[in-house]
Structure formats: structure tokens, C-alpha cells
């Protein structure tokens, strides 16, 4: 079993930026590779990126692409979503998750453990 706990969400104007952190808790010691997906009211879990448990490969959805990155700090089981240039329609939900691979994984289907999310507040 693996906990992941987000932080950093809160309320950003427009253009600006926050960093999310997924602290990860349990059974580390397995490959995990790990991802950010986010949600806003009445729409589907999106995916937004998603890194190997090695932090060499990484995917990012085109609509952030150049905007977010993703990383990961496996001394501190620890995984980061930098957001720059925020947009109002990017206000959400935003989820951490885990899964038993060693490659990128993007399918929201193929992770096996989810944070309980942190919000993001993107003011126009």
C-alpha cells in the first residue's frame, strides 16, 4: 500500500504560478511511476503529467506543455507538478497518482493509488 498526500493548491491570479508537492508514505520501496491528473466541477479526471519512477522520462498534456513540469525526489518520496502561466480554466481539482510501472503511464485507468487532490484556485 502506498499513501500519497498533495499540497500547495490554493488561489493564484491569472499568469501566475504554484508548485504541487505528493509526498508518498508506505511500501516506497517498490517502482512506482507517478502522475498528476486534475478535475474541475462536472468534468472528467484529466490527465495533466506523469513521470517514471526514475524521473529520466516524462509526458505532459499538450494543453500545459512548456507551462507545467513535472519531477520527482525519490530521497523524499516526493513528487512536484511546477505550474506557470495559469489560466482560470485550469482551476480544479488537482490529484496525485501511483502505479506499479516502471514506464511513463498516462492512463488514468492504470494507476493503482490516488491522493485525495488539492485545489487550485486560478483568479482572471
Known amino acids: 500500500q502506498v499513501q500519497l498526500v498533495e499540497s500547495g493548491g490554493g488561489l493564484v491570479q491569472a499568469g501566475g504560478s504554484l508548485r504541487l508537492s505528493c509526498a508518498a508514505s508506505?511500501?516506497?520501496?517498490?517502482?512506482?511511476?507517478m502522475g498528476w491528473f486534475r478535475q474541475a466541477p462536472g468534468q472528467e479526471r484529466a490527465f495533466v503529467a506523469a513521470?517514471?519512477?526514475?524521473?529520466?522520462?516524462?509526458r505532459t498534456a499538450d494543453s500545459v506543455k512548456g507551462r507545467f513540469t513535472i519531477s520527482r525526489d525519490n530521497a523524499k518520496n516526493t513528487v512536484y507538478l511546477q505550474m506557470n502561466s495559469l489560466k482560470p480554466q485550469e482551476a480544479a481539482v488537482y490529484y496525485c497518482?501511483?502505479?506499479?510501472?516502471?514506464?511513463?503511464?498516462?492512463?488514468?485507468?492504470?494507476?493503482?493509488?490516488w491522493g485525495q487532490g488539492t485545489q487550485v484556485t486560478v483568479s482572471s
Open positions: 497518482a501511483a502505479a506499479r510501472a516502471r514506464m511513463v503511464v498516462t492512463s488514468l485507468n492504470e494507476y493503482d493509488y
Open positions: 513521470v517514471t519512477w526514475s524521473g529520466l522520462t516524462t
Open positions: 508506505g511500501r516506497t520501496e517498490r517502482t512506482y511511476a
